[in-house]
């Protein structure tokens, strides 16, 4: 029973929404729906085929690599293997061979990659790299072995890369194994403080987090576990992460937080990502007293984030880049020549909020800003009744920031790529003081019933102002406001590459401040 459901979670979205939704629109005489890829030109896509999850966010040899959840062979899940990018600032990827294939065992059963991590192992405490002055990249990951309608079996391995590109599996795998069905997604990091790995792996089913460490990377020990009474259950839980961030404006304060994937704060049975936040004492994470769950995204497209691991000394940033997508519908989206993407990076700080609690924010990294190319409209403040069009600016690539002053309109916010009666709406909701993104009548939403839908998130009331920030990118609509303390990540597919952008207000007039919409360069070829 068990294995079914498992197995259920990952395909049951591409068994029950087969592609389907691209022929309702194009019959409705759009202009060029037929040409449109909704390939994102600042977010990173693999080159074609499928991909879910990042694995392996790493700083290594002067660059960032992405691995990434990735299909050799086809744009739905399956044969998972991990492919590889490098960057030098986590925005314009270069692709690079797959790095761990999925394989046939030579007994009928095969052997996939699932999610996992990967570290520079600088000290060589595992001894893999065998010339001095070397590094061993090494990846751990889950090796996910079916055997062929004989069972599934999950255990934690390891592979390492001398050149960090291609990678040799470790002799003596499987690290761990508890000779169970789910038992997956394993994050390793260096913990100074005691000096040694630490990793925290999941076990789905049971919404139990285990923590274990290693002096080497390769003999384990289990240290403690987390879960079962808190948090939101709704979901199995997936991808787990830990790390320690300061808390802003408390000098000296540091808190550890976990983060992982499973439930979504509105949508019972959709997917997001939630955190908790406490104390690691390096063997025992103990959470504080807050009000959980707590949730990193309101949006329905923000699934599996981990941070990087690895950045160069100078660099303190907790940087996080998740899936953008959901299991929900994702082998059903209508993109052409690649299925799948990454969100912007994103820089996780911690805040204590009105009620003393504390927060995560998340925003993204500051390297988004190069990217940004002609200003295309700037104003210190434009009052709006109803609808105005802003007239300079179009394209499906913008970053937008503008400031809402609360006024006594039910709703004020912003049309993006709106062609004739197809928009995305961006607004804030008087009534319930939230922010709303509303995606109905987006474009094509057919592909899927649980695609279209408007999220929510909600805004302290303590601020008179509301400050956003939208980055758009095609298929991409990524919402920040108050410098990320609210945030809705969602896909949408316009049905025109002709697309206007208004600002509204219903009833009575709203006043938007420092208005900035810049065109975003293309990052990616
Ligand atoms: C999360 C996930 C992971 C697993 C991977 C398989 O999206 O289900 O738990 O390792 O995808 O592709």
Redesign the pocket.
């Known amino acids: 029973m068990k294995i079914i459901k498992s197995i259920l ?2 395909t049951l979205a591409s068994v029950l929404y087969p592609v389907a939704g691209i022929a309702d629109v194009n019959a409705q005489s759009h202009d060029s729906t037929e040409a449109m890829t909704y390939r994102p030109v600042y977010h990173f896509s693999p080159p074609q085929n499928w991909t ?2 990042p694995n392996g966010l790493v700083f290594y040899d002067g660059k960032y690599h992405i691995f990434y ?1 990735y299909n050799p062979e086809g744009d739905t ?1 399956g044969h ?1 293997s991990w492919g590889h990018a490098t960057s030098q600032d986590m925005m314009k990827w270069e692709h690079e061979p797959v790095a761990l294939q999925d394989y046939p065992n030579g007994d009928g059963t095969s052997t ?1 990659f ?3 991590t990967a570290v520079a192992d600088k000290n060589n405490t595992s001894g893999l790299a065998k010339k001095a002055g070397k590094i061993p990249l090494v990846a751990i990951y ?1 090796a ?1 072995i079916d055997s062929a309608g004989r069972g599934i079996s999950q255990s934690q391995s390891m592979a390492y890369s001398i050149d960090g590109k291609s990678f040799t599996r470790y002799e003596h795998n499987p690290l761990i194994d508890l000779h169970t069905t789910d038992f ?2 394993p994050k390793v990091f260096w913990h100074e403080e005691s000096k040694r790995w630490i990793m925290i792996v ?1 076990q ?1 089913l049971d919404h139990r987090l285990q923590f274990y460490a290693s002096p080497d990377l390769k003999k384990w020990s289990l240290l403690s576990e987390f879960g079962d009474k808190l948090g939101d259950k709704s979901k ?1 839980w ?2 787990p992460d830990v790390f320690e961030l300061p808390v802003e404006n408390e000098n000296g304060t540091r808190k550890w937080v976990v983060t992982l ?1 499973g439930g979504h704060p509105q949508q019972k049975g959709n ?1 997001g990502m939630q955190y908790f936040v406490g104390h690691f004492d390096g063997k025992t994470f103990t959470a504080d007293p807050l009000s959980y769950p707590l949730y990193i995204d309101y949006g329905k497209d923000f ?2 984030g981990i941070i990087f691991n690895n950045l160069p000394d100078n660099d303190q940033r907790k940087i996080m880049i998740g ?1 953008e997508n959901s ?1 929900e519908y994702a082998a059903a989206t209508p993109t052409k020549g690649f299925r799948g993407q990454m969100s912007v990076p994103r820089e996780l700080s911690l805040y204590k909020n009105e009620k003393g609690e504390y927060r995560l924010r998340s925003f993204p990294v500051k390297e988004v800003s190069n990217y940004r190319g002609n200003i295309l409209a700037t104003q210190n403040s434009v009052a709006v009744t109803g609808s105005k069009l802003l007239n300079s600016v179009g394209g499906k690539a913008l970053d937008i920031s503008f400031v809402i002053k609360r006024s006594a309109a039910e709703q004020a916010g912003i049309k993006l790529l709106k062609h004739g009666e197809y928009q995305t709406l961006v607004y804030y909701n008087k009534i319930d003081n939230t922010l709303k993104i509303d995606r109905t009548k987006s474009g094509n939403v057919s592909f899927s019933p649980k695609f279209p839908s408007v999220e929510s998130v909600p805004l302290s009331d303590d601020v008179s102002d509301i400050a956003i920030r939208i980055l758009v990118d095609h298929n991409s609509v990524e919402v920040f406001a108050n410098e990320g303390k609210q945030v809705l990540t969602e896909l949408v597919f316009p049905v025109s590459d002709k697309v206007t952008y208004e600002l509204f207000s219903t009833d009575v007039a709203t006043t938007f401040k420092n208005l900035n919409v810049w065109e975003m360069k293309a990052a990616m070829e």
């Open positions: 979670t990952i879910n999850d959840q899940w998972m996939m699932f999610s996992g889950t996910h997956r997604d999941a789905p199995i997936e991808c994937s997917f699934y599996a899936w299991w």
